[in-house]
């Protein structure tokens, strides 16, 4: 094991747990899914329900697998598309600054996540453990998290977001 390795495992253990916890705290805390469901439809993401159920399920799958090193460019993805969808729906207006309830926070788990899938999850990751290697790191890692991620968030966006007639004005 390498210093790069437990870096890695550091940062993807940090960022999985904190996207799970997300998951997590739709599913079991607060207004729990009724609650997050009414929340999404008031955002503009209809059926809000369904996108409750959805960014619930993958907040806590891709933070697991990413903390785990499982798949990792893949659950890089899911991280990217899940942040490009909070950026454009809920911070796109407010500016950089998350203290001003801005993208800023979205920007960083992104961009970490896309990191990591460029430089593999490492040896202490279940990618290793089960392939022996890390699986489609550097420019392919970086195709596979950012690309896909891009694509799954417009395609979710342009099929799902209708922004609020109040938002307009």
């Excluded at 969808?85 to 801005?102: D, S």
């Amino acid at each position: 094991m390498t210093s790069i390795d437990a870096a890695s495992a550091l940062l993807r253990v940090l960022l999985g747990v904190t996207m799970a916890a997300h998951g997590y705290g739709k599913l079991f805390r607060g207004g729990r899914i009724p609650g997050t469901a009414r929340w999404f439809d008031s955002i503009g993401m209809r059926p809000g329900k369904i996108h409750a159920w959805l960014a619930a399920s993958t907040e806590l799958g891709a933070g697991i697998m990413l903390a785990l090193g499982l798949l990792t460019p893949f659950a890089a993805a899911a991280f990217v598309s899940l942040m490009m969808v909070a950026a454009w729906t809920v911070h796109r207006g407010h500016g950089f600054f998350i203290a001003g309830n801005g993208w800023e926070y979205n920007l960083i788990l992104a961009v970490a996540a896309i990191a990591i899938a460029v430089g593999g999850a490492g040896r202490l990751s279940l990618d290793w453990a089960l392939f022996g290697r890390n699986i489609l790191n550097g420019w392919a890692g970086l195709a596979v998290s950012a690309v896909l991620g891009l694509i799954a968030s417009a395609a979710l966006l342009g099929a799902c977001y209708r922004q609020r007639e109040d938002a307009l004005s």
